[in-house]
């Protein structure tokens, strides 16, 4: 019987939360740095659905126009990206918030030049 009870429980759980939905409020991103520093210093504003289920912001980063690769996840609202590689390249950003509905968009790209080690 606790059998029964358990894969009832498996089969309400598993069924999509039809009132969910991604957010749908872009952050507002800025970046900067110290001069001489290797560390870009990442704050965005929130979006929306914060609370939601799965809620987090997937933070990018395209280097000299590389291309955009995910460089972490989070659920602050800041976050320090420190170069370990080649000296005086662009580094740009860009973040993204999701929960398990999906993604949201995307904020605006902010870049900062950064010197390697």
């Known amino acids: 019987m606790s059998a029964l009870g358990l894969g009832m429980a498996l089969a309400r759980s598993a069924g999509p939360d039809l009132g969910l939905t991604p957010p749908s409020l872009a952050p507002v991103l800025s970046v900067s740095a110290e001069f001489g520093s290797q560390t870009a210093n990442l704050e965005w504003t929130a979006s929306n659905k914060a609370s939601s289920a799965g809620f987090g912001y997937d933070i990018e980063l395209n280097v000299n126009s590389a291309g955009w690769n995910s460089v972490a996840t989070t659920t602050s609202l800041s976050y320090n990206y420190t170069n370990v590689g080649v000296s005086g390249l662009t580094h740009e950003f860009r973040i993204t ?12 790209e902010a870049s900062v030049i950064l010197p390697g080690v």
């Open 97 to 108: 918030p999701y929960n398990d509905a999906g993604e949201g968009p995307v904020s605006n």
